[in-house]
């Protein structure tokens, strides 16, 4: 095995056993599903029993994975048909924003801290106010970098219609960070 072989390459040698192969898959792809999956369910309990599943249906099928697309779009599709399973089973909807990572350095610029978490704030609150659609396309674009192709394919939407999402969700978002920012240099 190269020093770092790319997804499809540890795809198929998952797919022929190999564990240390899965174990460098789930490496790459825990923290991206665990939070796409968390936004969805507002439960990292749940999230983190659904990326087990995740990773479970991955080594079960990875010798399957025909390779008509990336392995991620793959990964990501298993998790959003898990997390919608997990919503019918609790028959509603949460979503919650992005976890923050603890940050620990002295040399930290106590104001650019408070801009940044009122910036986020700001962001977080008008993601909210997105349907699930346009959040959902939102965040596989712009938080997980992955193209309208790959976002459709997750989805099971044409591709078009992910670009209408976005394109929407888009001037959705700004008109509401606009309205906030004005709201709060008025105040």
Not at 2 to 19: F, H, I, V, W, Y
Not at 22 to 34: C, G, K, N
Not at 48 to 68: P, T
Not at 167 to 176: G, I, N, S
């Amino acid at each position: 095995m190269t020093k770092d072989p790319d997804s499809a390459a540890l795809l198929r040698l998952a797919g022929q056993g190999d564990r240390a192969a899965l174990s460098a898959l789930y490496q790459r792809y825990e923290r991206p599903v665990y939070r796409f999956i968390l936004s969805k369910l507002n439960d990292p309990h749940e999230a983190a029993d659904i990326l087990q599943d995740v990773f479970m249906d991955v080594w079960r099928s990875a010798s399957r994975f025909e390779g008509r697309s990336k392995v991620q779009t793959w990964i990501f599709g298993i998790a959003w048909r898990k997390t919608i399973d997990a919503h019918r089973k609790r028959g509603r909807m949460a979503t919650t924003g992005d976890e923050m990572p603890d940050i620990e350095d002295d040399n930290v610029n106590t104001e650019a801290c408070v801009l940044a978490g009122q910036e986020a704030a700001h962001v977080h609150y008008c993601l909210g106010e997105l349907s699930e659609d346009h959040r959902t396309a939102v965040r596989l674009a712009f938080l997980e970098d992955m193209s309208y192709r790959a976002i459709a394919e997750i989805l099971e939407a044409a591709e078009g219609t992910i670009k209408t999402r976005v394109f929407h969700a888009k001037k959705l978002l700004l008109r509401c960070l606009q309205g906030r920012v004005q709201r709060g240099a008025g105040a």
